[in-house]
């Protein structure tokens, strides 16, 4: 398990974490989501010991990352900018990663050739982006890591390679119960491979919850009143509201039982719900309108 408790980080007088909190329970995969500068590439720097926080702790299976060696030898990570020595190949750097991880597998390593094809002999910095991305990925793969640490995993990679990726994790999480947290903006891809969700802003974790309770606490409704209802009254409690014509849109913080038993005493003549997704919930969490894309004349 993974626990972050109130940790806070400041640089120059900038309070990039302010008593942070998150959990991530063995064997399951966390997405971190949030706008950009909300601390996610902070947090996670913490949780791999990179960075000491100036109060608060990192635990992980609840001893401390900072300055253990042994616990960190229980995580692998790719960050967003992949570190790689210049002259190296692939094979230089499995000598390099085999040299930190106990865990590390020969035997991996060499299945995983099959899947990625890359010259394994060849300078990395010859290589694209997606190809580099994917060498990260064989050689974090072969460490047999317990806690994966990703953050924006994918980019870079094809459709059919992404979807490669993440069925190698989705069978080390369900195989051998690794535990992956996982930062992205790509969150229509975060909905399909996520149990867990936090949404970060201005240095906090804002809420954090299985991404069905994140969807059964907010629901879409679209409304069609009788023609005697000419405007959306004032008094329903919804979050944003768009019509078009007679049918109206409702978003509302309720589940959708609720929200028909308040909506009924306007006797609709249709109410459809309509499953929202992880990417309209994080709107309406930061802020619906305020935090929606502006219309601007320029």
Known sequence: MIEVKGLTKTFDGFKALDE????????????????????????????LGIYEGNSGEVLIDGEPVWENPEVKAKIASIPDDWYYFNSASVKDMKKFYAGFYPSFSEERYQKLKEVFKLDENKNIRTFSKGMQ????????????????VLDEPVDGLDPVMRRQVWSLLMGDVADRGTTVLVSSHNLRELEDVCDH???????????????????????KLQVVFDESIKEVPDDIPALHVSSLGRVHTFIMRMNASEARTVLSKYAPVLVDAVPLTLEEIFIYEMGGENYAVKDIIL
Not at 197 to 219: F, T
Request: net charge positive; charged share 20%; with cysteine.
């Open 20 to 47: 942070a909190s998150l959990k991530v329970e063995k064997g399951s995969i966390y997405g971190l989501v949030g706008p950009n500068g909300a601390g996610k590439s902070t947090i996670i720097r913490h949780i």
């Open 133 to 148: 991305k994917q060498a990260a990925f064989w050689l974090a793969i072969s460490c047999m890591p317990e806690y994966l």
């Open 197 to 219: 969700v936090g949404i970060m802003d201005k240095g906090r974790i804002l809420i954090q919850r299985s991404l069905s309770e994140l969807q059964d606490n907010m629901v």
